[in-house]
Every structure is written in C-alpha cells, then in structure tokens.
C-alpha cells in the first residue's frame, strides 16, 4: 500500500514539473494569447455596459448581462493563468532541477557500447615503461617512469610536456554524493544530491556499475550536465526494473578542456 501511495506521489510531482517546464518553455507566448483576450473581453465588458445603460426593454437588458457576464468570467480566467504563469517564474522555477529545462535527449543503450570496467578505490595503478616522452596523469600510488638516458640526451626545451592536474580517485569536498549514502539500500527511483564543482569546471556524469550493467559503466542520466552543483541535485535514475544486488555509482568530473579531474565512487545495494 506504501509503495502504491509512493509510486501515485512520484506521478503526481513529475507530471507537475513537466507542467511547470512547459508554462516556463511557452511564457511568452501566453502572455501573448491572454494579452489578445483580455482586450478583446474588455472591449466587450464595455459594450455591454453600453448596451445596460441604453436599454428600455427586457431582452435587451438581458442580452446585455449575459455578454458582461462571459466577459467577466473571461477576465478572471485569463488574470488567473497570467498569475500562474508569473507565480511559476518568479517562485517554482528556481526550485526545478536544471537539466528539466534541457532539451529531451535520446537515452543511449547502456549495452550497446563498451564502457571501462570500475577502478576500487584507493588502488595503486602499476606503470606501464615506453621509450617515449609522452604526456602522462598520475592516479594515486602510481610511480612514472624515467626516460631513459639517451632519450634525455636529445631533449629539447619544445618538447617538455606541460604539466597538466592529477586527477583523484575519492570524494571530496567539491565532489561528492551525499544521498543516497554509502552503502545504503535503495530502490525504484533515486534523487542523487551531492557536490560537483571542482577546479575549472567542464562537467559531469554520473554512471552505475553493477549485476544490470554486466560490469560495464552506464550513464545513469542518459547525458552530462554542464552545471556545477553545490550540495544540492545531481539528477534523478529510475532503477525500478533493474536488477537487485550491489552496485557501485561514481559521480566523474571533467575540465573544460575535456581531461579528467577526478571520481567520487560509492557503494548501494539495490533491492526491487
């Protein structure tokens, strides 16, 4: 019984919001709309008026109230949606998450394209030896190779490679998930809050790894969101009708110039 009251509550405040997202989508066009009505029954409000104050008998009289009473009530629904519409403005639209104001976009098929398989945390990364400079990022434990000494030999000031930030592995202030927790248990539809807002800011993605995924990452949004976010929503997953068990979900941060700066990765467990 719960859960059906859940499941009607959680209908009624989507559908609410894709309301709110189309009055905030169509404003102009029915300040417009109720503009054009508003004049047009105020005009007739005032023909009516005229023909109350000329008329001599009943059925003019009574023509004359029944188009003052349309007009009116026009004007009243029409001064009402104009309220609604600015209500939804000024108070409800800051308080909708933002990629609900994002075009729709396409969710891509989670199997169709190979993702990394999940990195533990805290796990050093061995390195890989080559007989070449190249630009390389350190994860934590992870020790670089030296070039070797006729390779050094022929270096020259040109080809030194810009250092570049190392990304980390773990959450932190400007990257974390708050709710749901580590190693809580959730189920059906899932608000993620938390934090991303780290150095330079490009964007992030938020990915689930787990039984339903067959170990591969998958974009639990469908897209990546290119706002920072400060402790508060990061985006909602219906996971209704996924399978139960462990899954690991890691919030991943990107500059602006497309490079990794780091990964906040928790546990949940899923039961449906």
């Not at 390389?136 to 080809?159: D, N, R, S, Y």
Request: with cysteine; charged share 15%.
């Amino acid at each position: 019984m719960l859960a059906r009251i859940d499941r009607v509550a959680t209908e009624l405040r989507i559908g609410m919001e894709r309301l709110y997202v189309f009055i905030l989508r169509n404003d102009v066009w029915i300040y417009i709309l109720c503009a054009f009505g508003l004049f047009w029954y105020g005009s007739e409000l005032l023909r009516a008026r005229q023909i109350l104050r000329r008329a001599l008998f009943g059925l003019e009289r009574e023509k004359g109230t029944q188009i003052r009473n349309r007009a009116l009530t026009f004007i009243l629904v029409l001064a009402a949606i104009v309220g609604l519409v600015t209500y939804v403005n000024v108070n409800v639209a800051q308080t909708l998450p933002p990629e609900l104001l994002y075009p729709p976009t396409s969710t891509p098929d989670i199997f169709a394209t190979p993702l990394s398989s999940p990195t533990p945390l805290h796990t050093a990364v061995p390195p890989t030896p080559t007989g070449m400079m190249a630009p390389t990022v350190t994860l934590p434990g992870q020790i670089l190779p030296f070039p070797p000494a006729e390779a050094t030999a022929t270096l020259t000031p040109t080809a030194v490679p810009q250092a570049t930030p190392t990304p980390f592995v773990g959450c932190r202030v400007n990257l974390n998930i708050i709710e749901p927790g580590n190693n809580s248990v959730v189920s059906g539809l899932i608000a993620f809050t938390g934090t991303a807002n780290t150095e330079n800011f490009g964007y992030y993605v938020l990915e689930a790894n787990g039984p339903q995924t067959q170990g591969l990452w998958a974009n639990l949004l469908g897209r990546t969101i290119d706002r920072p976010v400060v402790n508060s929503f990061l985006g909602n997953a219906n996971l209704g009708e996924w399978q139960s068990g462990p899954y690991l979900i890691r919030l991943t941060a990107v500059d602006r110039d497309g490079a990794t700066t780091g990964s906040c990765v928790i546990q949940i467990t899923l039961n449906n």
